[in-house]
């Protein structure tokens, strides 16, 4: 089920089903980097404005899944910038985002009419002298089964498009909401198990 905040600007209460804190694993490949398993951390948060703010952490995984070094880290805004509030109909979606590596890009795309599936490109890319060569991406985002799974896509000046991260998570649970959910149970929590 999705709670929609009662302080969440109406404008993205389409990506409402986005809103908290997001946990999983994904695989990273792109030629001319190390193939590796990671960890992903994505927090999805508002704070009464018209978008959605967006940080994604990274790190690389070995092979019992212990954490070995940071991958990459992302912010960004997330906004609905047509037909916010019809009842049907793709909604277009503008991301501003910018990386740990001296990126910055602006996407365009849309949340698809009735399931929970956002689909952007690049529409410019920006970089520092020092970050990796990088002329522009895909996402895919998408909600199965209660869980977030994500794909990313890559171009590079001598490498066309081609995917190169993705990622599964599950949604953190609030440990307040937590012990609300619990009141009801008595003192002793034994008699709930009989």
Sequence with gaps: ???????????????????????????????????????????????????LEFRSRTWVLDGEGEKVRPLENEHSFWRVTSNQHGATGEREIEISSVRDDGTVEIWYGKLHDGKPQIDVATDAVARIEGSDPYTGGKRLYGMVNEELLWVG?????????????????????????????IADLPDDGIAFFR
């Design 153 to 181: 896509e890559k171009a590079a000046p001598e490498v066309p498009l081609r995917p190169y991260m993705s990622g599964q998570l599950k949604k953190v649970l609030n440990q307040a909401k937590l012990i609300q959910d």
């Design 1 to 51: 089920m999705i709670e929609i905040p009662s302080d969440l600007h109406k404008d993205v209460v389409p990506l409402a089903f986005l809103l908290g804190t997001w946990e999983g694993a994904g695989v990273f490949d792109f030629p001319g980097a190390e193939k590796c398993n990671f960890g992903q951390e994505i927090v999805f948060r508002h704070d009464g404005r018209p978008f």
